[in-house]
């Protein structure tokens, strides 16, 4: 997504891939803790969970497929 490269050539820092996977761990996590109630968070449903997972997904497949398709152009 970030590179116009397949993104198995193209990995991404260490560091950048922590603190993403961190934060999304954290976000996702948040609305199961005790900090839910003073934060006024909600759990998402699993189901719709799993549609964002499909969908992020959708997208970097086809992010992906266009990227060998569509000329760069700067």
């Known amino acids: ?16 891939l ?7 761990a954290v976000t996702a996590a948040l609305p199961f803790t005790p900090l839910r109630g003073p934060l006024g968070l909600v ?3 699993l ?15 086809a992010n992906e497929a266009l990227k060998t398709r569509v000329p760069v152009s700067v």
């Not at 922590?18 to 999304?24: E, P, T």
């Open 47 to 61: 189901a719709l969970l799993g549609a964002l997972a499909a969908l992020t997904a959708i997208y970097w497949g």
């Open 1 to 16: 997504l970030r590179t116009g490269r397949v993104a198995f050539r193209s990995r991404p820092g260490r560091g950048l």
């Open 18 to 24: 922590v603190a993403s996977v961190g934060v999304a």
């Open 43 to 45: 759990p998402l449903p």
